[in-house]
């Protein structure tokens, strides 16, 4: 089970909204991925402005734990701002803070995010802080008191899965709250490895709604995830350099 | 569904055995993988020697169906004389050519494994060649008629997993038989990254039965297949260099 | 060349010292590099500690650029006082921020390291700042108006290679002041790899102070330094999924 | 010093021809590469078909070997002809065994190599192989007593660079000819990472000819061949998973 702040959750996968070409896709994807928490951005919901379509409206959150991100905020008090709006509405179980820092990569700035979090911290929210693969940033956010830490596997939206396998494994290895992997993964193998590195669990948008088949690339996601923690537990065999037989026949007189 | 010569198969997992501690571990795998066929080594039973243990003693094998090996043999003529072994013992559904031509790799000699695939499909047999990843030599092999190519995702044992895409997916797109990847697998990603490239299935041996919990790497490996099958056919987004908003935010006044 | 604050190099290589076996190999290996700056532990030399030898006691230093690093310092405090201490002894031309956040990795501390070029940057030094390939983090570091930042391959001494080369393009692409990558390089492929990116330079100490030969490495790194420049200049092809022909034949009747 | 049947060669890096936009462009990069092997296609030269203009007809060729290779051939007998005309011109020193299996990626026919070599062999032909990275096909050749056996790192003018590291290096360590690694190179790194790796030398021509600055980049190779070299010879460090200081400050009392 993994365990954030006071929840507690079966599946490991959190999934994103908005992205999708419609309300109804959404709702096949979400189903089929079982997730038991839907992200989305506040500032893209009519809490935000009034104009905004509801990307819920024809599903029944009061199911999910709602993790509302900053996207959008390029200050910790933007974030905070944010936070709170989501708070008010009654959308924020926790709050994925997200500060970018970079207009190309949508890299997360390292300072504002280390603020906001701060601040929200006091604030009394469950905190969740997508961070760049930086080790010793992930160690200062969990010695800030953040309930997860979320590194991204690559920038949000790229796919190219996880580029640096050694910085995840470091900040995973240290961490002593749920490490979530967050942006970037392309595809289940991707997943996969993340949780075979030993991450608590991963946070997908784009994979799935921008996939030909959203529905069955959501159901495929749930399989990667179950798959890469089972083989994560079961212990992986080491890799070597030569060769050994799976079908030893040494000692055996030939044909 | 997979099919292979006159067999149709619902999971696309294939499980060697023969390397387990116990016949128990090896049962509860087997049942954990959800697989349909056994592989095994032939000079590695006692239908070749009369001293070695029968592996399958506890083991149903009406159930599933049976895919001897020729590991072993060093030529065509030594691979079809295991082969009838096989055979002769009813042990025999479809046959998994190997020739070995390198004692530190274990990797397959090319000139020997298109002889010997030559040889068992004039006698009748239903023939799945392991191969390494040489894009032509798959060509050749589908050639002469084998039922599918089996090409190396790294060598035997070495749990290196897919060292070369790039070869496997030329072999896949070019194939009109079904392409199982076989050997070098290591983790659960390795196999759904297969099975994402559009691999047919995966056989695999040392990263289950090595695994510190084999019944439960067993498992992941299932869901592992399953994962890269759904998303090779759900489609995956493409890879890009600039990251793309996943929770766009573009053209929203700033907080 | 490369300008770097107020000096002007023809060689992109930055050669560190202090881990090798004798003065006399040291001082081979640097004239084999043909490098013009010369880096160091402050808190190794003498001039911190009068017990310990002094590193260059048979290097004529006045032929190279002196760029000691802070190293051992876990707060920007500590490497203010390291970097005066150089500057004292008249052995900082420019100095190297590095200011540690994590024991197992040596990775820097983005908070510390930020601090710590703001206040040598205050006190008028020549600032080369070591940091994660952190994207956002360089650019805060070339916002505050250090001189270069000295994004790492990999951690120190690791000898892995550019585990992150999609980071490290961001950064040389987005920068206005040089990049010197540090740390991690293993092998001279690493080095090219580096310039070919774009990276303006690159610093070696491990690499090859370990190396079975380091006078050979020195030389190979010299070379490894240059074919990358050149070839970032010269404009490398476009890589392709599908081959094409090198010796084009087309059109052309059969034999 | 690189020996290939009865020749000795300072140079470890074979430049291509034909590809060029001017002879001038060719001269130019040749001179910059310090080359002493010029590869063609003999199918495109006058001396297969007198309407193809002479693409050495600035070029003293007296001053190089020459290695014609049988590019176009697809079966054994077809690369026999071709490599008597060459010889028949007085432009075969050596030659280039090329039967080609695949026209999507070029990749060569282990059988009509095999085919081709031998029969080139016994015409007194001294003779290097085009090979896939099979290890086992590899030894096939070196069997059969080819000269040179020439691995590709990928499919020919892909520029993908060395994809299976893992089969050069067991081709390299098993191989008591010279292994020249052939098509593939994309950049510098890529050459100096197949030196490295134990490669006696390396053939290019794509990624000298359609670089935007030819003769920058074959001098951007020629270093990068001498840095593998030296670097192979030098003895690299071994990769680690933690960090090591390279500037060790253990045991100091802290600032």
Do not use: W
Request: hydrophobic share 40%; proline share 5%; aromatic share 6%.
């Amino acid at each position: 089970m993994l365990k954030i702040g006071p929840y507690t959750f079966r599946s490991r996968l959190f999934l994103g909204t908005g992205k999708y070409d419609s309300a109804e896709t959404q709702n096949k994807a979400i189903a089929a991925s079982e997730t038991e928490v839907l992200t989305f951005a506040v500032r893209r919901m009519n809490i935000f402005d009034e104009t905004k379509p509801d990307p819920f409206e024809s599903t029944d959150v009061s199911k999910f734990k709602l993790l509302p991100n900053t996207a959008g905020a390029k200050t910790a008090e933007e974030a905070v701002r944010i936070a709170k709006m989501a708070k008010a509405a009654d959308m924020c179980d926790m709050v994925k803070v997200e500060v970018i820092g970079c207009d190309k990569t949508l890299l997360p700035d390292p300072i504002e995010t280390l603020r906001a979090s701060e601040m929200l911290l006091e604030e009394g929210f469950t905190v969740l802080a997508y961070t760049s693969d930086d080790v010793v940033l992930a160690r200062r956010l969990r010695e800030l008191g953040v309930h997860a830490v979320m590194p991204g596997a690559a920038p949000i939206g790229t796919g190219l899965g996880i580029i640096n396998p050694y910085n995840l494994q470091h900040i995973i290895e240290q961490s002593d709250v749920p490490v979530i992997v967050d942006a970037g993964i392309g595809s289940p193998k991707d997943a996969a490895y993340a949780m075979e590195l030993g991450a608590d669990g991963i946070l997908l948008n784009t994979a799935v709604s921008d996939a030909k088949d959203p529905e069955k690339m959501a159901a495929a996601m749930k399989y990667a995830v179950e798959a890469g923690r089972l083989g994560y537990e079961a212990g992986r065999i080491e890799k070597k350099f030569y060769a050994s037989a799976s079908s030893p026949t040494e000692g055996l007189s030939r044909v």
